[in-house]
């Protein structure tokens, strides 16, 4: 899934290069081209499909030069995961009922890949054999107040043994007293939005608990995989209604499991998770480009800037510093959940096209 613009990301990711684009790492690849990578160790590349908006095909295609173009599906408008999923859900079941799916988010970090390999594995195993619905459970390491919980059953259930677990319920992002309860009690975890199904068995999800959808794209079976596929969703995806899967199916459905996997999991949703996972400095700080930086009496800062430039900062403490072309972004890493507000508010003053 390859569709979304990182707005929290903001002034990095932009609506015209989102930060699934970005090297935001500063490793050498965008948060794309990593995700491709780990695709790459389960599946052939010609079984690998990239759903994104219209906008950024070209994006996709010059980030992932190995992915046939017939495999990057275009979404004519932003209705959330539950149409983008159904959508590539009826194009594998057209081919193979029995298809195996992998939903992928193509901004994630994952640091201890083989651990995620093995959980990968473990839940295509189970699907395989089993009709249900199955996510990847994320340990918790805090009591995030970001993140959605899944609350399974006790590993006394009927497959505690093969390393899945029932799904009891799912909650969504709680307050502090909350998510420290939930850490307290052992029995959550966070909801990485990392889903492993055959197609058929989320199909049936779907008629069953959201029909109108279900509808919607069961019109197309005739047209998926033929030359009319495109004109089928060019006329009718933007009519599918605009939810969430965990709103649409994970939270109604009764065949939902998932599996624990400690696999070093962030979503990078904020500059402060970014600086959660890098590299510090002796101070704390994480430089995303360390050149050019002359940074005294500070700590706990994150600052992004072109290499070039030089930078020269004192006395500052856990702050975001972000230098953008156009736009200079400086800013309380304790209020970036704020960041959104500026958003909306360029957005109404009209400069949505120039600094969005």
């Known amino acids: 899934m390859a569709g979304g613009i990182g707005s929290r990301f903001w002034p990095s990711s932009r609506q015209a290069k989102p930060k699934q684009f970005i090297d935001i790492l500063g490793t050498g690849q965008s948060l794309m081209q990593m995700t491709w990578d780990r695709a790459r160790r389960f599946s052939?590349?010609?079984?690998?499909?990239?759903?994104?908006?219209?906008?950024?095909?070209?994006?996709?295609?010059?980030?992932?030069?190995?992915?046939?173009?017939?495999?990057i599906l275009t979404e004519p408008s932003r209705n959330n995961?539950?149409?983008?999923?159904?959508?590539?859900?009826?194009?594998?079941?057209?081919?193979?009922p029995n298809a195996i799916m992998i939903i992928l988010p193509s901004d994630h970090l994952i640091l201890k890949e083989e651990a995620y390999y093995q959980k990968i594995q473990i839940a295509v195993d189970f699907v395989a054999h089993n009709q249900s619905l199955l996510t990847l459970g994320i340990q918790p390491t805090r009591p995030d107040t970001g993140y959605g919980y899944i609350q399974f059953e006790p590993e006394t259930g009927k497959h505690s043994d093969s390393g899945v677990l029932k799904v009891q319920s799912f909650k969504e992002k709680p307050d502090l007293a909350t998510a420290e309860s939930y850490l307290e009690?052992?029995?959550?975890?966070w909801n990485a939005g990392i889903f492993i199904w055959k197609a058929k068995d989320v199909i049936e999800?779907?008629?069953?608990?959201?029909?109108?959808?279900?509808?919607?794209?069961?019109?197309?079976?005739?047209?998926?995989?033929?030359?009319?596929?495109?004109?089928?969703?060019?006329?009718?995806?933007?009519?599918?209604?605009?939810?969430?899967i965990d709103y649409a199916l994970m939270e109604k459905a009764n065949n939902?499991?998932?599996?624990?996997?400690?696999?070093?999991?962030?979503?990078?949703?904020?500059?402060?998770?970014?600086w959660d996972v890098k590299q510090k400095d002796d101070q704390q700080n994480v430089l995303i480009s360390d050149k050019n930086i002359l940074l005294t009496q500070s700590s706990g800062c994150i600052i992004s800037k072109d290499s070039?430039?030089?930078?020269?900062?004192?006395?500052?403490?856990?702050?975001?510093?972000?230098?953008?072309?156009?736009?200079?972004?400086?800013?309380?890493k304790s209020k970036e959940q704020e960041?959104?507000?500026?958003?909306?508010?360029?957005?109404?003053?009209?400069?949505?096209?120039?600094y969005l």
């Open 308 to 332: 070039e430039k030089l930078a020269v900062i004192d006395s500052l403490e856990d702050y975001i510093v972000i230098d953008h072309k156009d736009v200079l972004l400086i800013y309380p």
């Open 205 to 244: 999800g779907f008629k069953q608990y959201q029909p109108d959808l279900y509808a919607l794209f069961a019109k197309g079976m005739a047209d998926y995989n033929t030359d009319r596929e495109s004109a089928f969703i060019d006329a009718h995806y933007k009519n599918a209604p605009k939810i969430s």
């Open 256 to 274: 939902v499991y998932t599996v624990p996997a400690d696999i070093g999991w962030s979503d990078l949703g904020t500059w402060a998770s970014l």
């Open 81 to 96: 995961t539950a149409p983008c999923i159904a959508y590539a859900a009826f194009k594998l079941y057209q081919k193979d």
């Open 185 to 189: 009690s052992g029995q959550y975890l």
């Open 44 to 71: 052939e590349p010609q079984q690998i499909l990239v759903l994104t908006n219209a906008r950024y095909q070209d994006l996709v295609a010059e980030h992932l030069p190995g992915l046939d173009s017939a495999n």
């Open 339 to 354: 960041i959104k507000h500026i958003i909306a508010q360029l957005e109404q003053q009209g400069e949505a096209n120039r």
